[in-house]
């Protein structure tokens, strides 16, 4: 995605939004942001849209993926069909939204994570191909997990909460679907090594 790039940032109402897409734009500096609401539109007045944009943007937020009123149309974003189907990048609620979209179950931390930075340990490949070190800010009490017959999502990081939560999953993407996300917030200025060096490798993979 070196030429210029529309891209469509879907907000869920989080007061980390415009640090979010601050980050899109000092990572991809010809990226045109074009940010609308999760309730602003319905997915079938969005689709004749979708031709316009090379990749989308699933903001973090307050709430469940399971509440229809905390996701709205990121309900539907991650099942696009063929015909409409983007390269999309989750954050926090972006990610657990896309993992329930795909069989994974819905959890609740034992100890929330609110503010804490923890060490990050990734796969090295897709979204942290090239990428060292990961000390990332977590906001969040809920979190994913894969049951091994999960064919279709693929485990890219994790943190090690030990007697607290266990571990937690931090990063997916769908084996099939340009589809990625993370549940740290890479946008803050305490995460250090999995913040804009993985936005550069999503529009590689894009």
């Given amino acids: 995605m070196e030429q210029e790039s529309h891209i469509l940032f879907i907000d869920s109402y989080d007061s980390f939004t415009h640090n979010l897409v601050a980050l899109c734009r000092k990572s991809l500096s010809t990226a045109h ?14 689709l004749p849209y979708l031709k316009y944009f090379s990749a989308i943007i699933v903001g973090p937020g307050p709430g469940s993926p399971l509440n229809p009123r905390d996701i ?7 099942k696009l069909g063929d015909q409409h189907i983007l390269p999309i990048f989750g954050v926090c609620l972006g990610l657990q939204s896309l993992a329930i979209s795909y069989g994974a179950r819905l959890k609740r931390l034992a100890t929330v994570k609110h503010g804490q930075i923890s060490t990050i340990y990734h796969t090295g490949t897709d979204l942290f191909k090239l990428v060292g070190e990961v000390e990332a800010v977590r906001y ?7 049951d091994k017959e999960n ?15 266990g571990k937690v999953i931090m990063a997916i993407s769908h084996r099939t679907k340009p589809l990625w996300a993370v549940q740290y917030h890479p946008e803050s200025v ?5 913040g804009i060096e993985v936005m550069h490798n999503f529009w590689k993979l894009a």
Avoid: P
């Avoid at 969040?140 to 894969?146: A, R, W």
């Fill in 33 to 46: 942001i074009h940010i609308i609401r999760n309730d602003s539109i319905d997915i079938n007045a969005l």
């Fill in 72 to 78: 709205g149309i990121v309900r539907d974003i991650w």
């Fill in 140 to 146: 969040h009490s809920l979190h994913v997990t894969l």
């Fill in 151 to 165: 064919d279709q999502l693929r485990e890219l990081a994790w943190a090690q909460d030990g007697r607290e939560n």
């Fill in 190 to 194: 305490k995460t250090h090594g999995g």
